[in-house]
T-cell receptor, first 115, second 117 residues
Framework: AQKITQTQPGMFVQEKEAVTLDCTYD???????LFWYKQPSSGEMIFLIYQGSYDQQNATEGRYSLNFQKARKSANLVISASQLGDSAMYFC????????????FGKGTKLTVNP | GAGVSQSPSNKVTEKGKDVELRCDPISGHTALYWYRQSLGQGLEFLIY????????KSGLPSDRFSAERTGGSVSTLTIQRTQQEDSAVYLCASSLGRRVSGANVLTFGAGSRLTVL
């Protein structure tokens, strides 16, 4: 089984600054994948970034990067140069590869970018 | 189709009635997922299909909930004798193949908002 914990219900950041959204996970399985999704107020789920448990380097996608610390079982999302459009809910999720292919989500963090 | 299509987008029903929610995945996607999102909460896994079979239905909250998928495409989630606690947004997602990864991510539909009065 897998578990995802997001301890920050809400975060605030000034436009153009960087922000880190925390995610910790719990599994004894050695093969897994970690995802971040964005959910704007319109409700759609938008895939942002992926990190595999065997990936040697931290994933990056444009302004998004994933700070993967395997020993600490953390997979924090870093958003650089925040924009007003980044205001949304952010969900961390995990899949156990080789087991059930279900994606298990954390409770989310609401990010507000202030002008 | 171009994206995951869900219908209806909104459904208001009375307690005790049955409802059906439909999901039409991206063409060629063999995996299909149902999730439930209550107001202000995270996504709760309900069931996962690979083709027409459901290897994991561990998230269905009670025997009032059932889902089927036919022809490896469209899926229907049925809630019988609805209760007020069933009120939520029901999200469907699909993916290309068996192994979820960065190259095979879940693509979500816009959801079906269910309100049980």
């Amino acid at each position: 089984a897998q578990k995802i914990t997001q301890t920050q219900p809400g975060m605030f950041v000034q436009e153009k600054e960087a922000v880190t959204l925390d995610c910790t996970y719990d599994t004894s399985d050695p093969s897994y994948g970690l995802f971040w999704y964005k959910q704007p107020s319109s409700g759609e789920m938008i895939f942002l970034i992926y990190q595999g448990s065997y990936d040697q380097q931290n994933a990056t996608e444009g302004r998004y990067s994933l700070n993967f610390q395997k020993a600490r079982k953390s997979a924090n999302l870093v958003i650089s140069a925040s924009q007003l459009g980044d205001s949304a809910m952010y969900f961390c999720a995990m899949v156990l590869q080789g087991g059930s292919e279900k994606l298990v989500f954390g409770k989310g963090t609401k990010l507000t970018v202030n002008p | 189709g171009a994206g995951v299509s869900q219908s209806p987008s909104n459904k208001v029903t009375e307690k005790g009635k049955d409802v059906e929610l439909r999901c039409d995945p991206i063409s060629g996607h063999t995996a299909l997922y149902w999730y439930r999102q209550s107001l202000g909460q995270g996504l709760e896994f309900l069931i996962y299909f690979q083709g027409n079979s459901a290897p994991d239905k561990s998230g269905l909250p009670s025997d009032r909930f059932s889902a089927e998928r036919t022809g490896g495409s469209v899926s229907t989630l049925t809630i019988q004798r609805t209760q007020q606690e069933d009120s939520a947004v029901y999200l469907c997602a699909s993916s290309l193949g068996r192994r979820v990864s960065g190259a095979n991510v879940l693509t979500f539909g816009a959801g079906s908002r269910l309100t049980v009065l």
